[in-house]
């Protein structure tokens, strides 16, 4: 029992790392997320062929290479970042292709005619798309958004490659120190706490949701 509490400060703070990288993952990709699905069905095929490659490039290679990439890559020809920052930036970057996907595909199934009948209503483009459509498209993309998001929550893991002191970086330095499996235990049970706690929420959301039928 000693030897399993000697070992919770560090991984607590660890799991603080893990829980501000998700969330700031969380904040920033979406609202690009959606921005990069918009810019995806513009008139402009120049804006459309550059989002299009971005999100070819994002999908296309492995989270674990962008991080390692833009930690220690771009430092190469003199853009530098500090260890979180990159990790944010990288995460942000690649997790908004995804959503934006996914916005996309929500977009797509919603009939245009409702964005004529709101403009007949005499709203804007951009109240049409805020009231109207947006809302519509949240319904939708619950369950795959729910998905990224219960991803996220493991993804974050990667950050331990560039150094920076996740929940499990934590655990590996402890079970080396004590020659132990059990910090490696600990972080799992935390991980499944986390993913249950991110399911439960998103089920709870998409109870609601299906309320506006």
């Known amino acids: 029992m000693e030897q399993f509490i000697s070992f919770i400060p560090g991984i607590l703070s660890g799991l603080q790392?893990?829980?501000l990288v998700f969330l700031l993952t969380l904040i920033g990709?979406?609202?690009i997320g959606?921005?990069?699905a918009i810019g995806m069905r513009s008139e402009y095929f120049v804006l459309r062929w550059i989002i299009n490659a971005y999100i070819w490039i994002m999908r296309g290679t492995p989270l674990l290479l962008q991080l390692i990439f833009i930690y220690y890559g771009l430092s190469m020809v003199g853009i530098t970042f500090s260890r979180f920052d990159a990790a944010i930036?990288?995460?942000?970057i690649n997790y908004a292709a995804y959503l934006a996907e996914i916005f996309r595909g929500g977009l797509q199934a919603i009939p245009q005619g409702q964005l004529a009948a709101?403009?007949?209503?005499?709203l804007s483009k951009s109240q049409s798309f805020?009231?109207?459509?947006?809302p519509q498209v949240i319904k939708i993309i619950v369950p795959p958004f729910g998905n990224e998001v219960i991803n996220l929550v493991k993804d974050t893991s990667l950050i331990y490659v560039i150094g920076l002191g996740d929940?499990?970086?934590?655990g590996s330095i402890a079970a080396s120190r004590e020659v132990t499996l059990i910090p490696y235990l600990i972080v799992g049970v935390l991980y499944l706490l986390m993913t249950g706690f991110v399911t439960v929420l998103l089920r709870q959301s998409e109870k609601k949701l299906n309320r506006w039928r």
Not at 89 to 92: G, L, T, V
Not at 130 to 134: H, P, T
Not at 167 to 170: D, H, M, P
């Open 29 to 31: 990709s979406i609202p």
């Open 130 to 134: 805020f009231r109207i459509i947006l």
């Open 118 to 122: 709101a403009q007949v209503l005499g």
């Open 167 to 170: 929940i499990l970086r934590a």
């Open 34 to 36: 959606i921005l990069v």
């Open 89 to 92: 930036f990288a995460f942000i």
């Open 17 to 19: 790392m893990t829980v």
